[in-house]
T-cell receptor, first 114, second 112 residues
Framework: NAGVTQTPKFQVLKTGQSMTLQCAQD?????MSWYRQDPGMGLRLIHY???????DQGEVPNGYNVSRSTTEDFPLRLLSAAPSQTSVYFC?????????????FGAGTRLSVL | DAKTTQPPSMDCAEGRAANLPCNHS???????VYWYRQIHSQGPQYIIH???NNETNEMASLIITEDRKSSTLILPHATLRDTAVYYC?????????????FGKGMKLTVNP
């Protein structure tokens, strides 16, 4: 039981490049979400999903796309990377939307955009 | 979500109990107290939550005052690996906004 797995752990991009941050969970959790963490800003919600085929925007969705084709996977796509997207990205999951206050986080992806 | 107040930091000796306070004087009847921690460079980790009764699990105990205006997270035998930022969060049990707001939290340093 691996929990929430994020890949890659580190990534450096050039401005304008695109990439996908992977997130997978093996706990059969309905609810998944993506946060970014910047110094002094706490965690900010980017996108979330309440089940396969259903996604919605969080508070900072611009520049990011998500999809949820399976229960297990919730990839985050950066369409055209910008230096402002330099951050640590965390994926999280919880058993259900009713239990979304108990979230299990991945180890994070540290992204630098030059 | 009700506002919480935590001291910015505290120290604890290894092997001793660490008592982490949190004030939430505006908590409403359907709001729970949740505790998370974030060890340096890692993702946040859920610890425990409660409504009004004291709760205990394998990681910690949560003591909530009778008026529910404050609570204390207790790590009974702190180890060096418990050094982390601890977040006290008040949330409605179900429904409510999607976003977990972690705030600034409290840095616990466990010293050898």
């Amino acid at each position: 039981n691996a929990g929430v797995t994020q890949t890659p752990k580190f990534q450096v991009l050039k401005t304008g490049q695109s990439m996908t941050l992977q997130c997978a969970q093996d706990m059969n959790h309905e609810y998944m979400s993506w946060y970014r963490q910047d110094p002094g800003m706490g965690l900010r919600l980017i996108h979330y999903s309440v089940g396969a085929g259903i996604t919605d925007q969080g508070e900072v969705p611009n520049g990011y796309n998500v999809s949820r084709s399976t229960t297990e996977d919730f990839p985050l796509r950066l369409l055209s990377a910008a230096p402002s997207q330099t951050s640590v990205y965390f994926c999280a999951s919880s058993y259900s939307i009713a239990a979304k206050n108990i979230q299990y986080f991945g180890a994070g992806t540290r992204l630098s955009v030059l | 979500d009700a506002k919480t107040t935590q001291p910015p930091s505290m120290d604890c000796a290894e092997g001793r109990a660490a008592n982490l306070p949190c004030n939430h004087s505006t908590i409403s009847g359907n709001e729970y107290v949740y505790w998370y921690r974030q060890i340096h460079s890692q993702g946040p980790q859920y610890i425990i939550h409660g409504l009004k009764n004291n709760e205990t699990n394998e990681m910690a105990s949560l003591i909530i005052t009778e008026d529910r205006k404050s609570s204390t997270l207790i790590l009974p035998h702190a180890t060096l690996r418990d050094t982390a930022v601890y977040y006290c969060i008040v949330r409605v049990g179900q429904g409510g906004s999607e976003k977990l707001v972690f705030g600034k939290g409290m840095k616990l340093t466990v010293n050898p």
